[in-house]
């Protein structure tokens, strides 16, 4: 059940009525105390008072700046939920929050109200409500954070504590964002954590390391100027490079890990509103917000009681991380923080704009991805990156607005490793494994290169191109020992119930499967490999819950072997199938040319 059906999401009081849409299936759920938050029975890594609070807490995100110029009605829940979780006397206690605890995440939320809304969660409090909930707070200060954006949170409950002369620790507070400012590399990018940890570059970088920045510059810049003109500096900067991952319908590449906060995806846009910061116009600033958070909140991500589910484009666990507890999903509300500003800000009174004119190809060497964009399918190429959050989210060749990608399944064998835009290898062909990681990785011109070691003895080069409205993908592989193969285009909407509706080509090196929603191939460029199409297991895709993949399978035996691929997806199932490939080899080189005669890449085991 979809509680925003009949919201048109286009004015300011469309998006307040948004929050109140989105808050109100959450009241019954509410423990007697009001401190605690139990929709479902699944559960999370952490205990289950910790994701009860993400209940409590994580929409406020969106209440909060609501609530600067605008009226809600649940503050009383709140606040009886805030005494109480806060009273070590009371039942429904939160607890302490020991080092590296997720109770420090919720803490942040808080912290913001007393910020930007202290009239109703402070000044409404006894004086001894107030120094219990200061208590709870300041623990944050006493524990060991995650060296990463979880440091941002320590700023946020401090400048919330500072803003009402509470008991803080400001020193503490600007150690941490000294920490902070230590993993910003250039050019608007940051990592989400130390440099040489190799931490990745995901979408913690504009809906937390930007967005928590914009705020700290927002409200603390008359004090603290130099450093919010260099959190204002970098988002500017990076405005320019992630509006590239955006379609025109408001979607936004899938990559990386935490992607059931969904329309958190917007919160980088609507940070740069609050903060004042339009490095593009501002009627554009607000179509690339406002569509995001319209194409959510038209896709089937609710329960039947109208509660955000776990899942992506759809309700499944089985993309999830660990730390995904029924309410993690709220964290989506940061996304309405345009909210806080004067309804005449500029803003508010532009009328959304389309994209501007964008490049069909461009290179983001920092994010380690060449983004690409061609008759309405918008994916990005992308080198592996280092994470434990589950290698598909990471190590994949290709990551798409309109196919998404999906996650290993529950079985070992064939086709269940999460192939698709990958490479599984397997030493006994039962049991398959994509990269979890790589190494030597580099980028050339629009050519990404890298190196994977699944196995000792075992090494894997490849070289990633584009060719719109293709992609080129070639392996040199050094073995061993026997090794099975398994190499997957986009993963396709199985669509409806018809069976007779789709079309699966699958001949000499060649396969094409063709949906009414659209089609996937991938072609053996040097035609020792077998076509087959591929039923994924159902619920591992991040945007369809059945879907099949385009596959090459082969067995190679000790010894080196250079493979190839053409790579092809389109929205549109009329797509011709019209690129031809030249391949040269000459002895440890590769040379690939379209159908133009043009290089598309070169590769050769002598310059490695």
């Known amino acids: 059940m979809n509680p925003l059906k009949e919201n048109p999401l286009r004015s300011r009081s469309d998006f307040e009525r948004a929050v109140e849409q989105l808050y109100e299936p959450l009241v019954p759920h509410f423990s007697d105390g009001k401190a605690r938050v139990r929709p479902t029975a699944t559960g999370a890594r952490f205990p289950p008072v910790s994701a009860e609070l993400e209940g409590f807490a994580r929409p406020l995100w969106g209440i909060v700046p609501l609530s600067v110029h605008s009226d809600f009605d649940h503050w009383s829940i709140l606040r009886t939920g805030l005494v109480n979780g806060t009273d070590p006397t009371h039942e429904e206690y939160w607890g302490t929050a020991d080092d590296y605890s997720q109770k420090h995440v919720e803490m942040a939320a808080i912290g913001l109200a007393l910020a930007l809304t202290p009239e109703n969660v402070w000044k409404p409090l006894s004086r001894n409500e107030r120094e219990q909930l200061v208590t709870w ?28 002369g509470a008991r803080h620790d400001w020193e503490f507070t600007q150690r941490s964002l000294d920490r902070l400012d230590s993993f910003y590399l250039s050019d608007g990018w940051y990592t989400d954590g130390p440099r040489d940890d190799q931490s990745p570059i995901d979408y913690y970088l504009p809906w ?25 500096t970098r988002a500017e900067k990076f405005a320019t490079h992630h509006i590239h991952w955006f379609d ?10 935490s992607l059931t906060y969904r329309f958190a995806q917007a919160s980088f846009w609507g940070g740069l509103a609050f903060a004042g910061v339009n490095p593009l116009p501002w009627g554009v600033i607000r179509g690339l917000w406002a569509r995001n958070i319209r194409w959510w909140l038209r896709q089937p991500i609710f329960t039947d009681g109208g509660l955000l589910s776990v899942g992506y484009r759809y309700p499944t666990i089985k993309v999830s991380e660990t730390y995904n507890s029924p309410n993690s999903p709220y964290w989506a ?28 190809e461009i290179v983001q060497e920092e994010a380690g991805k060449v983004i690409l964009r061609d008759d309405g399918h918008l994916f990005g190429l992308s080198s592996a990156q280092d994470s434990v959050h589950g290698r598909e989210k990471y190590t994949k060749f290709a990551y798409s607005t309109e196919f998404g990608f999906s996650v290993a399944g529950r079985m070992p064998g064939k086709g269940n490793a999460g192939h698709d835009s990958a490479l599984a290898l397997s030493l006994d062909g039962d049991l398959y494994k994509i990269p979890a990681t790589a190494t030597s990785m580099d980028c050339d011109g629009t050519t990404l290169r890298s190196r994977w070691t699944p196995w000792d003895g075992v090494t894997v080069d490849t070289w990633l191109a584009p060719a719109l409205p293709w992609h080129v993908r070639v392996h040199r592989l050094q073995t061993d020992r026997p090794v099975y193969s398994e190499e997957g285009g986009f993963a396709l909407n199985q669509l409806g119930d018809d069976n007779s509706a789709f079309d699966h080509d699958t001949r000499d090196a060649t396969v094409v499967a063709r949906y009414p929603n659209g089609l996937s191939g991938i072609v053996d460029l040097f035609g020792d490999r ?49 690129e031809g490939f030249e391949t040269r080899t000459n002895g440890d080189s590769v040379e690939i040319r379209n159908s133009a005669g043009k290089t598309v890449v070169q590769c050769s085991s002598s310059r490695l």
């Open 137 to 164: 707070l300041n623990q944050i200060n006493e524990a060991e954070l995650y060296d990463c954006n979880w440091l941002f949170f320590r700023v946020m409950v401090n400048l919330g504590l500072r803003s009402v």
């Open 333 to 360: 509300m940061k996304a309405f923080f345009p909210l806080a500003l004067e309804p005449n800000h500029p803003f508010w009174e532009s009328a959304e704009e389309p994209l501007p004119e964008l490049p069909d």
């Open 248 to 257: 025109e319908s408001g979607r936004a590449i899938p990559f990386g890990r």
């Open 530 to 578: 077998t076509p087959v199409v591929v039923d994924e297991e159902p619920n591992t895709n991040l945007n369809h819950p059945r879907t099949v993949v385009p596959t090459l399978r082969g067995s190679h035996q000790p010894g080196e072997h250079w493979l190839a691929s053409g790579v092809i997806a389109s929205p549109n199932s009329e797509t011709a199938w019209n």
């Open 208 to 232: 937390a390391m930007h967005f928590y920045g914009l705020i700290y510059a927002t409200l603390i810049g008359d004090e603290d100027p130099e450093r919010a003109e260099a959190f204002r």
